[in-house]
């Protein structure tokens, strides 16, 4: 969905945002406008049927992600899954957010019949039929879910699910500290600060004008889950920091990201329900909801120190040169390997899990 310059007042997103804008007294949170411009029903970005996954621009893409980069990302993880299944007894893998449905397709052909059921969340409909088609040949064993059931287990994965829940926004001027939220202004929308008493975990050093987000979604979402899942374990990829690096005072333009035909912007206020919008991972907040609420932390590291310790280089070396260049960008410092983190939870009985046997960074949480 390609959105024109002055024919926003004109969509039907536009007109939904507007009406719930009305409705609360002409002031939105952010946090309420993301969730409308990414999931309204049929209209939000990840509700309607643009493409967004892709390697390059050319196929209508926006962003690309591991799994749809190459089948050795799945396949790496495939080991810690695995592994997972097996120290904790259970044979289902639940997968929030799957996109395409690459990478439950690349898991399931890894994991083969240790895997009983393979269970999926996504709020997308469009995405529902999209994984539809892409996991047909694994017939029944692949299975939907609209929401949560009151208990659950086996392992848990999520790439890139957390970055993509709603944030507020925090904006310190002169040392008080606002909640930034939209109003609608000419054909389009503005910011505008309101007087709040929420905080970022950490106060940023300095005097300095400072924006930031707090993830009262994702945090939320994973205290749900902690409370649910009775046995087994849970593995979340995504880029982001411990919270020391996420709330430092060279942080101050904060992490909100809009992403359209493989470019990166940082207005989320335009062309709203045709790119993405994400956040950074305040990885510390992860770790504290799912420990408050009763699981432990089996390990924190770099992407690109739990892919090499399930084993990507081993399989990099089998795979043609096209294959290994793309695998490549997984663990470059540069690219995906520093930058994107992986965390992982247990209900039960923790176990020295091979994805973080080297390098484990658990303590800069
Ligand atoms: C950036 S995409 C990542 C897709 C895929 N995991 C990949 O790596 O290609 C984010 C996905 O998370 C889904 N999502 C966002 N919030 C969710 C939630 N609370 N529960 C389940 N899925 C969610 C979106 O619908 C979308 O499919």
């Given at each position: 969905?390609?959105?024109?310059?002055?024919?926003?007042?004109?969509?039907?997103?536009?007109?939904?945002?507007?009406?719930?804008?009305?409705?609360?007294?002409?002031?939105?949170?952010?946090?309420?406008?993301?969730?409308?411009?990414?999931?309204?029903?049929?209209?939000?970005?990840?509700?309607?049927?643009?493409?967004?996954?892709?390697?390059?621009?050319?196929?209508?893409?926006?962003?690309?992600?591991?799994?749809?980069?190459?089948?050795?990302?799945?396949?790496?993880?495939?080991?810690?899954?695995?592994?997972?299944?097996?120290?904790?007894?259970?044979?289902?893998?639940?997968e929030f957010g799957?996109?395409?449905?690459?990478?439950?397709?690349?898991?399931?052909?890894?994991?083969?019949?240790?895997?009983?059921?393979?269970?999926?969340?996504?709020?997308?409909?469009?995405?529902?039929?999209?994984?539809?088609?892409?996991?047909?040949?694994?017939?029944?064993?692949?299975?939907?879910?609209?929401?949560?059931?009151?208990?659950?287990?086996?392992?848990?994965?999520?790439?890139?699910?957390?970055?993509?829940?709603?944030?507020?926004?925090?904006?310190?001027?002169?040392?008080?500290?606002?909640?930034?939220?939209?109003?609608?202004?000419?054909?389009?929308?503005?910011?505008?600060?309101?007087?709040?008493?929420?905080?970022?975990?950490?106060?940023?050093?300095?005097?300095?004008?400072?924006l930031t987000e707090?993830?009262?979604?994702?945090?939320?979402?994973?205290?749900?889950?902690?409370?649910?899942?009775?046995?087994?374990?849970?593995?979340?990829?995504?880029?982001?920091?411990?919270?020391?690096?996420?709330?430092?005072?060279?942080?101050?333009?904060?992490?909100?990201?809009?992403?359209?035909?493989?470019?990166?912007?940082?207005?989320?206020?335009?062309?709203?329900?045709?790119?993405?919008?994400?956040?950074?991972?305040?990885?510390?907040?992860?770790?504290?909801?799912?420990?408050?609420?009763?699981?432990?932390?089996?390990?924190?590291?770099?992407?690109?120190?739990?892919?090499?310790?399930?084993g990507l280089p081993?399989?990099?070396?089998?795979?043609?040169?096209?294959?290994?260049?793309?695998?490549?960008?997984?663990?470059?410092?540069?690219?995906?390997?520093?930058?994107?983190?992986?965390?992982?939870?247990?209900?039960?009985?923790?176990?020295?899990?091979?994805?973080?046997?080297?390098?484990?960074?658990?303590?800069?949480?």
């Amino acid at each position: 969905m390609k959105l024109e310059p002055g024919a926003e007042r004109a969509h039907p997103l536009t007109r939904i945002i507007d009406a719930t804008l009305a409705r609360s007294g002409g002031w939105l949170p952010f946090d309420r406008f993301m969730a409308l411009a990414l999931y309204a029903p049929g209209l939000g970005y990840y509700a309607n049927d643009s493409r967004k996954f892709g390697q390059m621009p050319a196929s209508g893409s926006d962003f690309v992600t591991a799994p749809e980069m190459t089948p050795l990302f799945g396949q790496a993880l495939a080991e810690q899954i695995g592994e997972a299944l097996h120290e904790t007894g259970t044979a289902e893998v639940w997968e929030f957010g799957a996109g395409s449905g690459a990478l439950a397709a690349q898991l399931l052909d890894a994991l083969g019949p240790r895997v009983k059921r393979y269970r999926i969340v996504d709020l997308s409909g469009s995405l529902r039929a999209r994984q539809r088609v892409t996991l047909d040949r694994f017939g029944d064993k692949v299975e939907w879910l609209s929401a949560l059931p009151d208990t659950m287990q086996g392992v848990v994965v999520g790439n890139e699910v957390l970055d993509a829940m709603p944030v507020q926004l925090l904006m310190r001027i002169g040392g008080r500290w606002f909640e930034r939220g939209v109003v609608a202004q000419g054909d389009g929308w503005a910011w505008e600060d309101r007087s709040t008493e929420l905080r970022p975990p950490v106060e940023p050093e300095g005097p300095q004008d400072y924006l930031t987000e707090v993830h009262r979604h994702a945090e939320a979402f994973i205290a749900t889950l902690a409370d649910r899942l009775t046995k087994g374990a849970a593995f979340f990829l995504d880029y982001g920091f411990p919270e020391a690096e996420y709330y430092h005072p060279q942080r101050h333009m904060g992490t909100v990201m809009c992403h359209k035909a493989h470019q990166a912007d940082a207005d989320p206020l335009v062309e709203v329900g045709a790119k993405d919008i994400t956040a950074h991972v305040n990885f510390t907040g992860i770790a504290l909801a799912g420990q408050d609420a009763g699981l432990e932390v089996l390990g924190y590291t770099s992407q690109a120190r739990f892919l090499i310790n399930c084993g990507l280089p081993a399989r990099m070396e089998g795979a043609a040169l096209p294959e290994r260049a793309l695998a490549a960008r997984l663990i470059h410092e540069h690219e995906m390997g520093e930058l994107f983190k992986v965390i992982g939870f247990v209900a039960g009985a923790p176990w020295d899990a091979r994805g973080f046997s080297e390098g484990d960074r658990s303590h800069t949480l």
